[in-house]
T-cell receptor
């Protein structure tokens, strides 16, 4: 069964610290993986999208990595800011036009 | 210049009523989606339309009926609302080019069934 598991479920860090969120998936065959950020009360916003051949991709202070062999991805946030407080959702697309599989998200709280 | 817009933003209604949620995108995208996000924040796809044709129809009650009058609009009509329908409903769109499509989400419609 195609699944996307994220950890931790929630995380609290101090402003200025770094953190790493994990995503493991069993979707096969695999097409691409994306990370979304969802602020409270808003729709998700895309941070990165990575295909099979990409190992790392950055978007400002956000860096996503992908290991297609072990079916793992991580999202690293550098020098966190209060505005990083949100849910981060990992989404995986299988091939041949299959539907997107969403993880349940990691809720990040950045405190001052 | 909102990319994906939904109306209404909030919807409070009684059990058994029929209601509609509207979605419009001005991005020129070919594909539109409806998602349901439950109280545990889990996003689940309900429907997907490509150029006005239904391409994904997950297991949702047939009380939910999407309607796409043109490729810029995808409305969601819900009959005989039930308590369990209370959730946030997100519309999204994408260009749907393989490998690179990014979904753009609307702000959500918060539905509360009493």
């Amino acid at each position: 069964k195609n699944q996307v598991e994220q950890s931790p479920q929630s995380l609290i860090i101090l402003e200025g610290k770094n953190c790493t969120l994990q995503c493991n998936y069993t979707v096969s065959p695999f097409s691409n993986l994306r990370w979304y950020k969802q602020d409270t009360g808003r729709g998700p916003v895309s941070l990165t999208i990575m295909t099979f051949s990409e190992n790392t991709k950055s978007n400002g202070r956000y860096t996503a990595t992908l290991d297609a062999d072990t079916k793992q991805s991580s999202l690293h946030i550098t020098a966190s800011q209060l505005s990083d407080s949100a849910s981060y959702i990992c989404v995986v697309r299988g091939q041949a036009g299959t539907a997107l599989i969403f993880g349940k998200g990691t809720t990040l709280s950045v405190s001052s | 210049d909102t990319a994906v817009s939904q109306t209404p933003k909030y919807l409070v209604t009684q059990m058994g009523n029929d209601k509609s949620i509207k979605c419009e995108q001005n991005l020129g995208h070919d594909t539109m989606y409806w998602y349901k996000q439950d109280s545990k924040k889990f996003l689940k796809i309900m429907f997907s339309y490509n150029n006005k044709e239904l391409i994904i129809n997950e297991t949702v009650p047939n009380r939910f009926s999407p309607k796409s009058p043109d490729k810029a609009h995808l409305n969601l009509h819900i009959n005989s609302l039930e308590l369990g329908d209370s959730a946030v409903y997100f519309c999204a769109s994408s260009q749907d080019r393989p490998q690179v499509e990014t979904q753009y989400f609307g702000p959500g419609t918060r539905l509360l069934v009493l």
